[in-house]
């Protein structure tokens, strides 16, 4: 069972506007949330974190929201540069300290010049 | 920094054949983790050490599958005997423990075909 889920598997933007990336999750005990960021033939690196006691978190073009009572994060990039262009991965991770990380099937996103 | 280190890049081998992944943590860290990418379930969690010690395996599919860590700057994924379905790319990644959420920093993982 999925835990964490992105249903959209790609997503195409134009450069300059708004990227909105979506995560599910079901296991109520996720209590921090984070998006890693994948380049071709790289491993992930770590882009942007929040906590269940914040609903906004914010770094330069990057902000995560969530929506506890949905179960339901997303990430905005404004304005979407073709750099942007990767697969992003949801992660969640249980209980303070915990460093078990849950991630999602990922979403390709293509920034188009 | 080197940053995480995993070898081979690169891994074709035949069913039945044994496999061993090889990482170097980031010098100074005492975590470190093993994933596995497959298109269907993403990134996976196999195993993770703290301090050398493993803490939680219950990603490990089966007992084909053991990792170790012998010391605090190398650990092995060894797949014995590796069969077609294991075909995906693995990562492993090391971090810093100090307190309530540390950044994992990944290597830039090992693709695994067998054939």
């Known amino acids: 069972d999925q835990q964490v889920k992105q249903n959209s598997p790609s997503l195409s933007v134009q450069e300059g506007r708004i990227s909105i990336l979506n995560c599910d999750y079901t296991n109520s005990m996720f209590d921090y949330f984070l998006w890693y960021k994948k380049y071709p033939a790289e491993g992930p690196t770590f882009l942007i974190s929040?906590?269940?006691?914040?609903d906004k978190n914010e770094d330069g073009r990057f902000t995560v929201f969530l929506n506890k009572s949905a179960k339901h994060l997303s990430l905005h990039i404004v304005p979407s540069q073709p750099g942007d262009s990767a697969v992003y991965f949801c992660?969640?991770?249980?209980?303070?300290?915990?460093?078990?990380?849950?991630f999602g099937t990922g979403t390709r996103l293509t920034i188009i010049p | 920094d080197a940053g995480v280190i995993q070898s081979p890049r690169h891994e074709v081998t035949e069913m039945g054949q044994e496999v061993t992944l090889r990482c170097k943590p980031i010098s100074g860290h005492n975590s470190l983790f093993w994933y596995r990418q497959t298109m269907m379930r993403g990134l996976e969690l196999l195993i993770y050490?703290?301090?050398?010690?493993?803490?939680?395996d219950s990603g490990m599919p089966e007992d084909r599958f053991s990792a170790k860590m012998p010391n605090a700057s190398f650990s092995t994924l060894k797949i014995q005997p590796s069969e077609p379905r294991d075909s995906a790319v693995y990562f492993c990644?090391?971090?810093?423990?100090?307190?309530?959420?540390?950044?994992?920093?990944f290597g830039p993982g090992t693709r695994l075909t067998v054939l």
């Open positions: 992660a969640a991770s249980a209980g303070f300290g915990n460093e078990k990380l849950t």
């Open positions: 929040i906590s269940s006691i914040k």
């Open positions: 990644a090391s971090s810093f423990r100090v307190g309530v959420q540390d950044t994992q920093y």
């Open positions: 050490f703290n301090n050398n010690v493993p803490i939680d």
